[in-house]
């Protein structure tokens, strides 16, 4: 009894984690969580593979550095998806 139960909230976790992962190609990059840098500094980024394809055709780490280019360019550089270009 104790194993079914295990398995079925373990599947029910696993269900949750890919339904939130697919939700969240709907939604845009909010960069306002990042502060803006004084001119020169560079941004420390996490390594945390995240990829967000932007409108030069690039593809970005994560969002860190998706937002650091976006303020580099003077937010002429937009999102279009998450994922590889």
Do not use: W
């Not at 939130?20 to 945390?48: M, T, W, Y």
């Amino acid at each position: 009894m104790r194993v079914g139960a295990f398995v079925l909230l373990l599947a029910l976790v696993l269900t949750t984690i890919i339904y939130v992962e697919c939700a969240r190609h709907d939604q845009q990059v909010d960069c306002s969580k990042f502060k803006k840098l004084p001119p020169g500094e560079e941004r420390l980024c996490n390594k945390i593979y995240g990829p967000i394809c932007g409108s030069d055709g690039k593809t970005y780490d994560n969002d860190c550095f998706f937002c650091s280019e976006v303020e580099k360019t003077d937010n002429k550089l937009k999102f279009l998806h998450f994922g590889k270009c």
